[in-house]
Nanobody, 115 residues
Framework: QVQLVESGGGLVQPGGSLRLSCVASGFTFSSYAMSWYRQAPGKERELVAS????????HYTDAVKGRFTISRDNAKNTVYLQMSSLKPEDTAVYYC????????WGQGTQVTVSS
């Protein structure tokens, strides 16, 4: 079955960096676009970044452009989110998601940006 397992979250000070990883299994990873979403307390889940199967097309939400970088390693079945210049408003649970068909999400990893 499809599994997505995120890791790399934690507590970081404003201006700091974190790298999130999402390891996929149960499907042919290189055949699917992948995305990172986040959900802050009391807010709706929002798309942060997405990447096509070979990484040829990448999209970022305006709030993270220039600070976050999405990438993937198809040999390792892993998608990454490098986050730099973190702000308190980046605090959220971050989820990876496989493109359809189907609705497949990881369990999420908490990112807290606070001094």
């Amino acid at each position: 079955q499809v599994q997505l397992v995120e890791s790399g979250g934690g507590l970081v000070q404003p201006g700091g960096s974190l790298r999130l990883s999402c390891v996929a299994s149960g499907f042919t990873f290189s055949s699917y676009a992948m995305s990172w979403y986040r959900q802050a307390p009391g807010k709706e889940r929002e798309l942060v970044a997405s990447i096509t199967q070979t990484g040829g097309r990448i999209h970022y939400t305006d709030a993270v452009k220039g600070r976050f970088t999405i990438s993937r390693d198809n040999a390792k079945n892993t998608v990454y989110l490098q986050m730099s210049s973190l702000k308190p408003e980046d605090t959220a649970v971050y989820y990876c998601k496989r493109a359809g068909p189907g609705d497949f999400w990881g369990q999420g990893t908490q990112v807290t940006v606070s001094s």
